[in-house]
Protein backbone atom coordinates (compact mmCIF):
# COMPACT_ATOMS: atom_id res chain seq x y z
CA UNK A 1 0.00 0.00 0.00
CA UNK A 2 1.36 3.23 -1.01
CA UNK A 3 1.64 6.42 1.37
CA UNK A 4 2.56 9.63 1.71
CA UNK A 5 2.94 11.48 5.02
CA UNK A 6 3.57 15.20 4.92
CA UNK A 7 5.60 16.76 8.02
CA UNK A 8 6.88 19.82 8.89
CA UNK A 9 4.64 22.47 8.22
CA UNK A 10 3.39 25.28 11.07
CA UNK A 11 3.14 29.36 11.97
CA UNK A 12 5.83 31.56 10.58
CA UNK A 13 5.72 35.24 10.52
CA UNK A 14 6.31 36.49 6.90
CA UNK A 15 9.94 36.24 5.40
CA UNK A 16 10.35 32.44 7.61
CA UNK A 17 11.56 29.76 6.50
CA UNK A 18 10.43 25.97 6.91
CA UNK A 19 11.50 22.91 5.49
CA UNK A 20 8.74 20.38 4.68
CA UNK A 21 9.61 16.93 4.24
CA UNK A 22 7.01 13.68 2.83
CA UNK A 23 8.01 10.53 3.63
CA UNK A 24 6.80 8.06 1.11
CA UNK A 25 6.23 4.05 1.56
CA UNK A 26 5.11 1.20 -0.24
CA UNK A 27 6.97 2.44 -2.91
CA UNK A 28 10.75 3.08 -4.67
CA UNK A 29 10.29 6.85 -4.40
CA UNK A 30 13.22 7.05 -7.15
CA UNK A 31 10.90 5.47 -9.61
CA UNK A 32 9.00 8.29 -9.76
CA UNK A 33 8.77 11.89 -10.63
CA UNK A 34 6.84 13.61 -7.41
CA UNK A 35 5.40 16.89 -6.77
CA UNK A 36 4.17 19.41 -4.20
CA UNK A 37 0.66 21.04 -4.35
CA UNK A 38 -1.09 23.62 -2.31
CA UNK A 39 -4.79 24.22 -1.41
CA UNK A 40 -6.07 27.25 0.06
CA UNK A 41 -9.80 26.53 1.72
CA UNK A 42 -12.48 27.43 -0.73
CA UNK A 43 -10.26 27.33 -3.90
CA UNK A 44 -8.80 24.69 -6.34
CA UNK A 45 -5.43 22.77 -5.12
CA UNK A 46 -2.62 24.65 -7.00
CA UNK A 47 1.00 23.08 -8.68
CA UNK A 48 4.42 24.11 -6.39
CA UNK A 49 6.72 22.46 -7.83
CA UNK A 50 7.89 19.00 -9.62
CA UNK A 51 11.13 16.79 -9.11
CA UNK A 52 12.81 14.15 -11.65
CA UNK A 53 13.57 10.97 -10.58
CA UNK A 54 16.77 11.94 -10.15
CA UNK A 55 16.40 15.15 -8.73
CA UNK A 56 18.31 16.79 -11.87
CA UNK A 57 15.34 18.21 -13.55
CA UNK A 58 13.00 20.63 -11.49
CA UNK A 59 9.87 22.75 -12.00
CA UNK A 60 8.37 25.53 -10.34
CA UNK A 61 5.03 27.57 -10.32
CA UNK A 62 5.85 31.61 -10.61
CA UNK A 63 4.90 32.44 -7.50
CA UNK A 64 7.69 30.53 -5.72
CA UNK A 65 10.10 30.44 -8.06
CA UNK A 66 12.96 31.74 -6.36
CA UNK A 67 11.70 31.18 -2.87
CA UNK A 68 11.24 27.59 -2.85
CA UNK A 69 13.17 24.69 -3.68
CA UNK A 70 12.46 21.21 -3.96
CA UNK A 71 14.75 18.29 -3.82
CA UNK A 72 15.06 14.60 -2.81
CA UNK A 73 16.83 11.80 -1.09
CA UNK A 74 15.94 8.40 -2.52
CA UNK A 75 18.05 6.56 -0.34
CA UNK A 76 15.09 7.93 2.69
CA UNK A 77 12.29 7.88 0.26
CA UNK A 78 11.90 10.94 1.12
CA UNK A 79 10.81 14.28 -0.30
CA UNK A 80 11.48 17.88 0.15
CA UNK A 81 10.19 21.06 -0.18
CA UNK A 82 12.80 23.86 1.28
CA UNK A 83 10.27 27.44 1.67
CA UNK A 84 12.36 30.47 2.33
CA UNK A 85 11.15 34.53 2.27
CA UNK A 86 7.50 33.52 3.11
CA UNK A 87 4.46 35.61 2.43
CA UNK A 88 1.33 35.60 3.35
CA UNK A 89 -0.16 34.47 0.46
CA UNK A 90 2.12 31.00 0.83
CA UNK A 91 -0.45 30.44 3.59
CA UNK A 92 -1.74 26.85 2.57
CA UNK A 93 -2.07 23.00 3.37
CA UNK A 94 0.64 21.88 1.20
CA UNK A 95 0.44 18.62 -0.22
CA UNK A 96 2.87 16.09 -1.50
CA UNK A 97 2.13 13.81 -4.45
CA UNK A 98 3.11 10.65 -6.84
CA UNK A 99 2.89 11.96 -10.51
CA UNK A 100 2.17 9.57 -13.49
CA UNK A 101 4.73 11.36 -15.56
CA UNK A 102 8.00 9.45 -16.21
CA UNK A 103 9.88 13.08 -16.69
CA UNK A 104 9.51 16.02 -16.03
CA UNK A 105 9.41 18.98 -18.68
CA UNK A 106 8.35 22.48 -17.92
CA UNK A 107 5.58 24.45 -18.33
CA UNK A 108 3.70 20.84 -19.01
CA UNK A 109 1.11 19.61 -16.81
CA UNK A 110 1.84 17.64 -13.79
CA UNK A 111 -0.82 14.06 -13.23
CA UNK A 112 -0.47 13.44 -9.44
CA UNK A 113 -2.56 9.90 -9.06
CA UNK A 114 -1.16 9.56 -4.95
CA UNK A 115 -1.69 12.21 -2.24
CA UNK A 116 -0.93 12.68 1.19
CA UNK A 117 -2.92 14.17 3.84
CA UNK A 118 -1.43 17.74 3.73
CA UNK A 119 0.66 19.80 6.07
CA UNK A 120 -0.85 23.00 7.03
CA UNK A 121 1.51 26.07 6.36
CA UNK A 122 0.23 29.21 8.09
CA UNK A 123 2.24 32.70 7.12
CA UNK A 124 1.51 35.75 9.60
CA UNK A 125 2.25 39.41 8.35
Known amino acids: QVQLVESGGGLVQAGGSLRLSCAASGLILGTYTMDWFRQVPGKEREFVAAISRSGVITQYADSVKGRFTISRDNAKNTLYLQMNSLKPEDTAVYYC??????????????????WGQGTLVTVSS
Open 97 to 114: AKDTSLVVVPDRPRYPEV
